[in-house]
């Protein structure tokens, strides 16, 4: 059965994020198993275990530029009057074998990444040098003039140089960007274990929502919250299986829930939790098993919910943008965030750039650009009041200013806790 708590037993967002937590321990369980992926479908996902390379990088011994392999010794004299002449004894595409080895006076042209034949020990760019053909009468030999000098192992990549074999190449742990994948992929990995991503619906509910774009009658506004909530989670590293615009029916907010549970390991809802007349959501969920719908010590966010829906979990968030997002960012994004394997977002410290109030009781999460003083430390500007409404100013905010619940005044130059958005 639903809990309702009374005012002085509201939980604090810490509080409550933990009876989150406690709500999607299933979710949790699953994600600290891993799941085998094709490398082309493993970025953003985290890895689950070390990655080690089987082979040295690079795999053999490949020219650096596109130039001649040569002995240094053969140019150790070479100046741009008086340049060394070599005979050209072929071409060494990349992709190819590394041809017939070198003698003394010889070079053998070579393209970038193409294999070093034995006897060189080092390339001249081809920028450094010239080509001579004789004529027909001398046997049509090539030669090519070198203008400067070399040292051994110029220009030249070696096995190991990159990584060694047994060398841990990613950490578990790490989210795997286009540089991890290209990392993976050279030392002939074709799949990654990873952690699995979380299936999460997504599902807004209100009879006054429209889709952007479409026009608009009496009392209707255009839908935003399915839209910036599949947005963060999916920037949280889930997998956003449905998203469902309910009106305030019961019979068309369960058939959402229907279509948002199937397959999937959580639902976030959006509006419908307060106490009013047509709380849909609160209305279909509160009386299940470990239901809870009461609201918390915060502002914006204060009505919030939880419940299940065919054994799926169901986070229930209150229904205006900025209350949607904010507690999204505050209370579940960190649950989510441990849930695919990733570090949390910690806050950070910057001084006010003015006096604010706050309600007392109540963690207060204020919108905020982060900016540099005149003295080039870190500031934190306010955008706007603490109403929930206010959406066109959270877009101009980065940051949350986390106001503890026991302050209500906090002067200019304060420093506090901002949490990113």
Request: proline residues 8%.
């Amino acid at each position: 059965m639903a809990s309702h708590p009374d005012r002085s037993t509201r939980p604090s967002p810490t509080e409550y994020r933990e009876l989150l937590r406690a709500h999607v321990a299933p979710m949790l369980e699953r994600a600290t198993r891993s799941t085998h992926l094709p490398i082309a479908a493993c970025a953003e996902s985290v890895l689950a275990a070390d990655l080690r390379a089987s082979v040295d990088l690079p795999l053999f011994v490949n020219s650096q530029m596109d130039g001649y392999a040569v002995r240094a010794a053969d140019v150790a004299g070479a100046r741009p009057d008086v340049p060394a002449r070599l005979r050209v004894v072929g071409t060494t595409h990349a992709g190819h074998g590394p041809g017939p080895g070198i003698d003394d006076d010889e070079a053998r042209k070579v393209m970038t990444g193409a294999p070093v034949p034995e006897g060189a020990d080092c390339v001249v760019p081809v920028e450094d040098t010239t080509v001579e053909v004789a004529d027909d009468s001398a046997g049509g030999t090539t030669s090519v003039l070198v203008y400067a000098p070399r040292g051994a192992g110029e220009f030249i990549r070696r096995p190991g140089d990159d990584v060694r074999a047994g060398d841990v190449v990613l950490p578990a742990g790490v989210r795997l960007e286009a540089r991890h994948l290209a990392a993976a992929a050279s030392l002939g990995m074709s799949g990654l274990d990873v952690r699995p991503r979380p299936r999460v619906g997504v599902v807004a509910t209100g009879s006054e929502l429209v889709a952007p774009g479409r026009p608009l009658k009496p009392g209707q506004i255009w839908e935003s919250n399915s839209i910036t909530l599949a947005a963060a989670l999916k920037a949280c590293g889930c997998e956003v299986t449905t998203t469902v615009v309910s009106s305030d029916a019961r019979d068309d907010f369960t058939a959402a829930l229907d279509a948002a549970t199937r397959g999937t390991d959580l639902v976030v809802t959006v509006g419908a939790v307060s106490m009013g007349d047509a709380e849909v959501v609160r209305q279909v969920l509160e009386d299940r098993d470990g239901a809870r719908f009461a609201p918390i010590a915060m502002q914006p966010g204060g009505p919030q919910g939880i419940s299940t829906w065919r054994g799926t979990p169901v986070v229930c968030l209150p229904g205006n943008p900025v209350s949607a997002l904010v507690s999204f960012v505050v209370l579940v994004r960190p649950v989510i965030l441990e849930a695919v394997g990733r570090a949390p977002l910690g806050t950070r410290r910057a001084r006010l750039s003015r006096a604010v109030a706050s309600p007392g009781g109540r963690t207060q999460y204020l919108r905020a650009a982060l900016m540099r003083d005149e003295t080039g430390s870190l500031a934190a500007e306010p955008v706007s009041g603490p109403g929930s409404h206010l959406v066109a100013s959270m877009a101009r905010a980065d940051v949350l200013v986390e106001i503890p619940a026991d302050v209500t005044d906090l002067p200019a130059g304060t420093e506090v806790d901002v949490l990113p958005l």
